[in-house]
């Protein structure tokens, strides 16, 4: 069944080389206890490896039952050393960190038997070893003889034709010797059993056939074979081995196991880059989810301002210049305008408004290019508040707006800081900033002084008037005090703020329905100077801008006729957004770097585990693991150092996300400020485990490549 044909092997030495087995021609019998004996460097273990498909023959031919192995290739002798051969070394070569059964049933894992039959058939195997109780016992917790048992009873569990001992008692007691040599004996009943030994005695006493061998030439065979016709070689595949991916992150998973400590920090190292990057996502994430939810709910306050002439965006961000201050209280800032209304005559435009926008808007509020004519008297003296629409800038008279603010969201919208009951239909709101202040015009309009603290019951039922058109002249002074009892009185009856500091309203005096349906029942001919579109929510907002864009767009459609518009809370969230998504691209930056050090650290530890591994990959290698199995072994190590590293990244980021939102919640008003999304997580365990497989690509290729004989002699 076993042939070598004029076999030789070389080793070379400084590119020299030197012959160690010299035209061996030998024959096995199918059943057979055959012994190889002979002096420490004849050549036998070498032989040995050459028959078990380890190690490579130069010259010559190794025949199974009549088949070459000339055109063998890789895949071919582990598929040999799978089927057909079972090693019993003298250091027993067991996986220390696995147990006994797992040792045993490795071999039909990599044959691709379902877990269930193995581990049968391992138990079994094991019972007839005498090992029944030791089935679930790591290596170290067993005699020498038991862990010989148990390298016999992997030799076996494959069922191969060929048993093969190096030195199988070389490091037993005589009398576990006895039992070990008897086991074999009865073994060789049905097999054939080649063992390499330097005790001649031991030889003798077992064995049915001794062959001596001595500087590689084989000098006497007790019961040689001869030799079967060379034309009845020929060449058979076997089949394939392959160990499965799940196997191979069962040996790295227990070999993890078995270095907790280690496993452990090189975990937590590996995660503090994961945890810096977690953190800044999460900051983002949560600041997302605050600007968009600002905008939801603040959009009411700032409506969509819609003008024929573009946004002037410097008066916007220099808004606050010329500040007028007072010391505590109400009064305050003195902001500009952001652009300049012109008419809107557009046809066209106005047909849209009112066939498509106002269908969409929960109301459109229309303003009409009057002259304000807001009027109080204080003191006698009468103090005037108008706004022309053709002003190139708006001066401090905004301060008396020119729209209304619907109580609607007066009330659910906006902090209601002070509110007085009142009967009088014509009613006005004052909006206060942050800091609970107002413009000094305000106040002075009102008849209060600035420069102080004003007390809220002041300022609640002050009242001014509006004039009727065919009463007001600006320049009449005297027209004006004499028709000045006669006009409609407006009362304020409400302060109100922003919800928030990032949204701000213009502080100044607001006023309800019934003054604008009041003023402009007295402009019917007026041409419309602007518009103010309060829409239903975020959704409906959006479709108005698509619609106002798809008009700019139509064909024909000249830049005169072009209409633009102003989302103040859009473009506040935009500019907070724009810089957090700034500052979270620099911490990413930061964070990657340590992520990118971690991951060559796990790339070292990988190394690390192959250089302590070197005899397992040797035993892997022996009992018909591939070379893209060791790799897969240690990739699997690499990525379940990833996946551990990644998941306990995000389980921290997890716990001190509370600690950071609960540090934030006072300065943005916002409970959960940090919190990680789950496709981030899910992004981020992916990363850290593509990393470390990257970084353990080199080792495993190494591991890969380490030669199983050399392997199997690593202490």
């Given at each position: 069944?076993?042939?070598?044909?004029?076999?030789?092997?070389?080793?070379?030495?400084?590119?020299?080389?030197?012959?160690?087995?010299?035209?061996?021609?030998?024959?096995?019998?199918?059943?057979?206890?055959?012994?190889?004996?002979?002096?420490?460097?004849?050549?036998?273990?070498?032989?040995?490896?050459?028959?078990?498909?380890?190690?490579?023959?130069?010259?010559?031919?190794?025949?199974?039952?009549?088949?070459?192995?000339?055109?063998?290739?890789?895949?071919?002798?582990?598929?040999?050393?799978?089927?057909?051969?079972?090693?019993?070394?003298?250091?027993?070569?067991?996986?220390?960190?696995?147990?006994?059964?797992?040792?045993?049933?490795?071999?039909?894992?990599?044959?691709?038997?379902?877990?269930?039959?193995?581990?049968?058939?391992?138990?079994?195997?094991?019972?007839?070893?005498?090992?029944?109780?030791?089935?679930?016992?790591?290596?170290?917790?067993?005699?020498?003889?038991?862990?010989?048992?148990?390298?016999?009873?992997?030799?076996?569990?494959?069922?191969?034709?060929?048993?093969?001992?190096?030195?199988?008692?070389?490091?037993?007691?005589?009398?576990?010797?006895?039992?070990?040599?008897?086991?074999?004996?009865?073994?060789?009943?049905?097999?054939?059993?080649?063992?390499?030994?330097?005790?001649?005695?031991?030889?003798?006493?077992?064995?049915?056939?001794?062959?001596?061998?001595?500087?590689?030439?084989?000098?006497?065979?007790?019961?040689?074979?001869?030799?079967?016709?060379?034309?009845?070689?020929?060449?058979?595949?076997?089949?394939?081995?392959?160990?499965?991916?799940?196997?191979?992150?069962?040996?790295?998973?227990?070999?993890?196991?078995?270095?907790?400590?280690?496993?452990?920090?090189?975990?937590?190292?590996?995660?503090?880059?994961?945890?810096?990057?977690?953190?800044?996502?999460?900051?983002?994430?949560?600041?997302?989810?605050?600007?968009?939810?600002?905008?939801?709910?603040?959009?009411?306050?700032?409506?969509?301002?819609?003008?024929?002439?573009?946004?002037?965006?410097?008066?916007?961000?220099?808004?606050?210049?010329?500040?007028?201050?007072?010391?505590?209280?109400?009064?305050?800032?003195?902001?500009?305008?952001?652009?300049?209304?012109?008419?809107?005559?557009?046809?066209?435009?106005?047909?849209?408004?009112?066939?498509?926008?106002?269908?969409?808007?929960e109301s459109v509020i229309e303003l009409y290019s009057y002259n304000s004519r807001f009027v109080n008297n204080v003191d006698n003296e009468l103090i005037i508040r108008y706004r022309r629409a053709q002003a190139m800038i708006l001066d401090p008279n905004i301060y008396i707006s020119q729209t209304y603010a619907p109580e609607s969201f007066i009330n659910t919208k906006l902090n209601v800081v002070a509110k007085k009951d009142s009967s009088n239909p014509y009613q006005a709101y004052i909006f206060v900033n942050q800091m609970g202040r107002v413009p000094n015009s305000v106040l002075e309009f009102l008849g209060l002084p600035t420069g102080s603290v004003i007390e809220y019951n002041d300022i609640l039922g002050k009242t001014f008037k509006v004039y009727q058109k065919a009463d007001f002249n600006e320049k009449d002074l005297d027209l004006l005090n004499a028709k000045y009892d006669d006009q409609v009185s407006i009362e304020v009856t409400s302060i109100v703020s922003s919800p928030s500091k990032f949204i701000a309203i213009t502080p100044g005096i607001y006023f309800n329905e019934s003054v604008k349906e009041y003023i402009l029942t007295d402009e019917p001919s007026s041409e419309i100077g602007g518009y103010l579109i309060y829409p239903k929510g975020i959704e409906n907002k959006n479709e108005i801008k698509a619609l106002i864009n798809a008009f700019n767009k139509e064909d024909g459609r000249i830049e005169s006729e072009k209409i633009t518009f102003l989302d103040s809370v859009e473009l506040s969230v935009e500019v907070v957004g724009t810089l957090t998504d700034s500052v979270s691209v620099i911490l990413i930056a930061f964070s990657a770097i340590s992520l990118f050090v971690s991951s060559v650290m796990i790339g070292i530890i990988t190394y690390t585990s192959v250089l302590e591994r070197t005899k397992e990959i040797g035993v892997l290698r022996s009992i018909g693991s591939r070379k893209k199995d060791i790799s897969r072994v240690f990739n699997a190590e690499g990525i379940m150092l990833g996946f551990i590293s990644g998941t306990l990244g995000v389980a921290l980021t997890l716990l001190i996300n509370p600690i950071i939102s609960n540090i934030l919640e006072p300065l943005v008003e916002y409970e959960g400020i940090s919190r990680l999304n789950i496709t981030h997580a899910i992004f981020l365990i992916i990363i850290s485990v593509v990393l470390t497989l990257i970084a353990g690509f080199i080792p495993s290729k190494i591991a890969a490549k380490k030669d199983p004989v050399v392997a199997l002699r690593t202490e």
């Open positions: 069944m076993l042939n070598i044909i004029n076999l030789s092997k070389d080793y070379y030495v400084d590119n020299k080389p030197i012959r160690v087995l010299k035209n061996l021609d030998i024959e096995f019998r199918k059943n057979e206890f055959v012994a190889i004996v002979g002096p420490s460097g004849c050549g036998k273990t070498t032989l040995l490896n050459i028959i078990g498909g380890l190690d490579r023959y130069t010259e010559g031919d190794l025949v199974i039952d009549n088949v070459t192995t000339k055109n063998y290739k890789d895949s071919d002798w582990d598929s040999y050393r799978n089927h057909r051969i079972g090693f019993v070394f003298q250091s027993y070569n067991l996986i220390s960190h696995l147990s006994v059964l797992n040792n045993v049933e490795l071999a039909l894992t990599i044959s691709g038997i379902g877990t269930k039959e193995r581990r049968a058939k391992a138990k079994e195997i094991l019972i007839q070893v005498g090992l029944e109780e030791h089935l679930n016992k790591r290596p170290n917790q067993l005699s020498g003889g038991q862990m010989q048992r148990v390298a016999i009873a992997r030799a076996l569990i494959n069922d191969p034709n060929i048993i093969l001992a190096d030195e199988p008692t070389g490091a037993l007691d005589s009398e576990t010797s006895v039992e070990v040599m008897d086991l074999l004996k009865n073994i060789s009943k049905d097999k054939l059993i080649i063992m390499v030994t330097h005790n001649e005695s031991l030889a003798k006493k077992y064995s049915n056939r001794t062959v001596s061998l001595l500087d590689g030439v084989i000098t006497n065979d007790t019961n040689p074979v001869k030799r079967g016709k060379e034309d009845n070689i020929v060449i058979e595949k076997t089949k394939k081995t392959s160990m499965s991916f799940f196997t191979a992150l069962a040996l790295s998973f227990k070999n993890l196991l078995t270095k907790k400590a280690r496993t452990a920090l090189t975990a937590f190292a590996g995660s503090i880059g994961i945890i810096g990057i977690a953190l800044s996502l999460s900051l983002k994430n949560g600041f997302d989810i605050y600007l968009k939810k600002l905008e939801s709910d603040n959009f009411d306050t700032v409506p969509l301002e819609v003008s024929q002439t573009a946004i002037d965006l410097t008066s916007l961000m220099n808004n606050g210049s010329d500040q007028e201050e007072v010391t505590n209280g109400v009064g305050g800032y003195d902001p500009v305008s952001s652009f300049k209304p012109n008419d809107l005559t557009s046809v066209a435009f106005q047909e849209l408004m009112n066939n498509q926008i106002k269908k969409t808007a």
